[in-house]
């Protein structure tokens, strides 16, 4: 039982280049989020799905995309990386919008 | 603005001892609450999770408390092990709204 997945794990970018953070998780869950983590910050919302077909921007959802590619796979992405786009990027699941979140391990993503 | 704040950051504690971790809320119009670890490194787990109308939840060890007059959350883990070091991170979802904010952690170190 995978949970959710998430890939890559890592990965280095030059500003202004583009990238997609996968995730999928198996456990037929309704509703979908991404968060990142910042030093001293807390985990913030940049976007979720409350269902297959929706999306809803969070807190922080300037610089970034998302597609709900069907019930499993959620992306997100980066169209023009910046610095300040430096992060740990979480992507986690849940039944329905506000129940037990399961979360993947997590995209250290370094913008140089 | 509505704020999760947990103290203290760090906690250092001798093994078998029980402890008490701090969450406090600005809003106490409050949907649910999670209590989440992370180990370094990994993504978030569910803990326990308190919707409104409950006053506690146990699991295991493990009892987290809601007071939403006072804005305040306890997670109270008794017998302390060193398996227990990891950071805890306090979750709030208010009332009106589709999203979690998280608190930015107690990071705590169990010694043998």
């Known amino acids: 039982n995978a949970g959710v997945t998430q890939t890559p794990k890592f990965q280095v970018l030059k500003t202004g280049q583009s990238m997609t953070l996968q995730c999928a998780q198996d456990?037929?869950?309704?509703?979908m989020y991404w968060y990142r983590q910042d030093p001293g910050m807390g985990l913030r919302l940049i976007y979720y799905?409350?269902?297959?077909?929706?999306?809803d921007k969070g807190e922080v959802p300037n610089g970034y995309n998302v597609s709900r590619l069907n019930k499993r796979e959620f992306s997100l992405r980066l169209e023009s990386a910046a610095p300040s786009q430096t992060s740990v990027y979480f992507c986690?699941?849940?039944?329905?919008?506000?129940?037990?979140?399961?979360f993947g391990a997590g995209t250290r993503l370094s913008v140089l | 603005k509505q704020e999760v704040t947990q103290i203290p950051a760090a906690l250092s504690v001798p093994e078998g001892e029980n402890l008490v971790l701090n969450c406090s809320f600005t809003?106490?119009?409050?949907?649910?609450l999670q209590w989440f670890r992370q180990d370094p490194g990994k993504g978030l787990t569910s803990l326990l999770l308190?919707?409104?109308?409950?006053r506690e939840q146990t699991s295991g060890r493990l009892n987290a408390s809601l007071d939403k007059s006072s804005g305040r959350s306890t997670l109270y883990i008794a017998a302390s092990q060193p398996g227990d070091s990891a950071t805890y991170l306090c979750?709030?979802?208010?009332?009106?709204?589709?999203?979690?904010?998280f608190g930015t952690g107690t990071r705590l170190k169990v010694l043998a």
């Open positions: 456990m037929n869950h309704n509703s």
């Open positions: 979750a709030v979802s208010f009332s009106g709204t589709y999203k979690y904010i």
């Open positions: 809003d106490s119009a409050i949907y649910n």
């Open positions: 308190i919707q409104s109308s409950q």
């Open positions: 986690a699941s849940s039944t329905a919008v506000l129940d037990i979140q399961y």
């Open positions: 799905s409350a269902s297959e077909g929706t999306t």
